[in-house]
């Protein structure tokens, strides 16, 4: 096994146990944190991959994906952040005035 | 070589440890630090595995404006509502458990297997080759900018997309009704006025390296994205756009980028194909715009996620 495999499976690993705590939490705040941990090792799966195959000149074409991936996940991070606080915030005012 | 092997070592745990403890540690506050942690770790092994833009990218984009968007939000609500379980109490963790131990394994061996694994075989040496023929110098700007512009222009309007909705979260789709914090800076004012000036300074040289280094529009747009939170942060009003400028802001780079686009097809050249002998300058301008937009539409998206002064957010009552 590799140097370039084993960052491979670190970041098969990541995905996993993004994926899974973000099915199995219900804070939402929490998910957005899982989410991007599982992206994370999908974009690390891609860099593992590009380093795999030539560690002296990685491929270039991944690195562009993971840079595209990662500009996305900022997207959907502020999107859903967005969201949940307005969620949350409905759900305060809405116990403040039954209160 | 063991020194190598004891780095490596070093940053694998160091990932596991603080992605573990974001994913798992009890309380928000503490979830929410400890991703930050991971992040920066992040850009360490990005950098191991050879790819400094990817690192750039990560440290800017991911440790530092996903950073601030959800210190923002946890600092709002640092605890969560009462939770509902479904269950005994063990039941989740162990069924995530073997989930998890399954797909590990799955996904592992069919990770194993992808990818050139052979050097010399994949597009890498391809782009290598034809690179210089793109108008820039790095093989990864010119993927970005000219063998795959394609990507990059769903990219951008991925993002604006995603600041479109997040307008409509609000009244009239405009961020004038969000306050900002005035006398009350949480931030000093030495602070902003020592590192706005060297954050933007290093968002240009980002910008004008990319072509010929590590470097170019997303991780300049992010950094100018910080300069632009820092400043607003700081007590200055006007630094993200909130009224008649936040639209024209938000849009400029996808404007601009359809726009070369439909000018490539008009002189025949197709698509977002870029010509000799301009294609170098036309790549370095369209990334200027795109830095500024990026850096607003990341701006407005750390903004709108404040809550509106009392009385003026949609679906209040009157």
Same mark, same amino acid.
């Given at each position: +096994?590799?140097?370039?495999?084993?960052?491979?499976?670190?970041?098969?690993?990541?995905? =996993?146990?993004?994926?899974?705590?973000?099915?199995?939490?219900?804070?939402?705040?929490?998910?957005? $944190?899982?989410?991007?941990?599982?992206?994370?090792?999908?974009? +690390?799966?891609?860099?593992?991959?590009?380093?795999?195959?030539?560690?002296?000149?990685?491929?270039? $074409?991944?690195?562009?994906?993971?840079?595209?991936?990662? $500009?996305?996940? =900022?997207?959907?991070?502020?999107l859903a952040l967005a969201m949940v606080?307005?969620?949350?915030?409905?759900?305060?005012?809405?116990?403040?005035?039954?209160? | 070589?063991?020194?190598?092997?004891?780095?490596?070592?070093?940053?694998?745990?160091?990932?596991?440890?603080?992605?573990?403890?974001?994913?798992?540690?009890? &309380?928000?506050?503490?979830?929410?630090?400890?991703?930050?942690?991971?992040?920066?770790?992040?850009?360490?092994?990005?950098?191991?595995?050879?790819?400094?833009?990817?690192?750039?990218?990560?440290?800017?984009?991911?440790?530092?404006?996903?950073?601030?968007?959800?210190?923002?939000?946890?600092?709002?609500?640092p605890r969560r509502g009462p939770d509902?379980?479904?269950?005994?109490?063990?039941?989740?963790?162990?069924?995530?458990?073997?989930?998890?131990?399954?797909?590990?394994?799955?996904?592992?061996?069919?990770?194993? !297997?992808?990818?050139?694994?052979?050097?010399?075989? #994949?597009?890498?040496?391809?782009?290598?080759?034809?690179?210089?023929?793109?108008?820039?110098?790095?093989?990864?700007?010119?993927?970005?900018?000219?063998?795959?512009?394609?990507?990059?222009?769903?990219?951008?309007?991925?993002?604006?997309?995603?600041?479109?909705?997040?307008?409509?979260?609000?009244?009239?789709?405009?961020?004038?009704?969000?306050?900002?914090?005035?006398?009350?800076?949480?931030? @000093?004012?030495?602070?902003?006025?020592?590192?706005? @000036?060297?954050?933007?300074?290093?968002?240009?040289?980002?910008?004008?390296?990319?072509?010929?280094?590590?470097?170019?529009?997303? !991780?300049?747009?992010?950094?100018?994205?910080?300069?632009?939170?820092?400043?607003?942060?700081?007590?200055?009003?006007?630094?993200?756009?909130?009224?008649?400028?936040?639209?024209?802001?938000?849009?400029?780079?996808?404007?601009?980028?359809?726009?070369? #686009?439909?000018?490539?097809?008009?002189?025949?050249? #197709?698509?977002?194909?870029?010509?000799?002998?301009? !294609?170098?300058?036309?790549?370095?301008?369209?990334?200027?715009?795109?830095?500024?937009?990026?850096?607003?539409?990341?701006?407005?998206?750390?903004?709108?996620?404040?809550?509106?002064?009392? &009385?003026?957010?949609?679906?209040?009552?009157?």
């Amino acid at each position: +096994m590799t140097d370039g495999d084993v960052f491979l499976l670190l970041g098969v690993g990541l995905a =996993v146990l993004g994926t899974v705590r973000l099915v199995l939490t219900g804070d939402h705040l929490r998910r957005v $944190v899982a989410l991007n941990v599982a992206g994370s090792g999908v974009l +690390m799966v891609l860099v593992a991959v590009a380093y795999r195959s030539n560690p002296e000149e990685p491929d270039s $074409v991944l690195h562009a994906l993971v840079l595209t991936g990662i $500009v996305i996940t =900022v997207s959907v991070t502020g999107l859903a952040l967005a969201m949940v606080r307005r969620v949350e915030r409905d759900e305060q005012d809405r116990q403040a005035s039954h209160e | 070589m063991t020194v190598g092997l004891v780095l490596d070592l070093v940053l694998v745990t160091a990932v596991l440890v603080s992605a573990g403890l974001a994913l798992f540690v009890p &309380g928000r506050v503490a979830s929410v630090m400890m991703f930050l942690v991971f992040g920066l770790v992040l850009a360490v092994v990005w950098a191991r595995l050879g790819a400094p833009d990817v690192a750039l990218a990560e440290a800017a984009i991911a440790a530092g404006v996903t950073g601030a968007l959800l210190l923002d939000a946890v600092t709002e609500r640092p605890r969560r509502g009462p939770d509902r379980r479904v269950g005994p109490r063990w039941l989740m963790p162990l069924l995530g458990a073997v989930a998890g131990a399954g797909l590990v394994v799955l996904l592992g061996a069919a990770a194993l !297997q992808a990818g050139p694994v052979e050097p010399g075989t #994949g597009l890498g040496p391809t782009v290598l080759d034809r690179t210089d023929d793109s108008g820039v110098s790095h093989p990864v700007t010119a993927v970005l900018l000219a063998f795959r512009a394609y990507d990059t222009l769903l990219e951008v309007a991925v993002l604006t997309l995603a600041v479109v909705v997040v307008l409509s979260l609000h009244r009239d789709g405009r961020l004038e009704t969000v306050p900002a914090p005035g006398a009350a800076s949480p931030v @000093p004012d030495a602070l902003v006025r020592l590192a706005v @000036p060297v954050i933007v300074l290093g968002a240009g040289w980002l910008l004008v390296a990319g072509s010929s280094r590590p470097g170019g529009a997303f !991780q300049a747009g992010a950094l100018l994205a910080g300069a632009l939170i820092l400043l607003r942060l700081g007590g200055i009003r006007l630094a993200v756009p909130t009224g008649r400028w936040l639209r024209p802001a938000v849009l400029v780079g996808l404007a601009a980028f359809l726009t070369l #686009g439909y000018v490539t097809v008009a002189l025949g050249q #197709g698509w977002l194909v870029l010509a000799e002998p301009w !294609q170098g300058t036309v790549i370095l301008l369209l990334e200027a715009v795109l830095t500024v937009s990026i850096g607003a539409c990341l701006a407005v998206l750390f903004v709108a996620g404040r809550r509106p002064a009392a &009385g003026t957010g949609r679906g209040e009552e009157p």
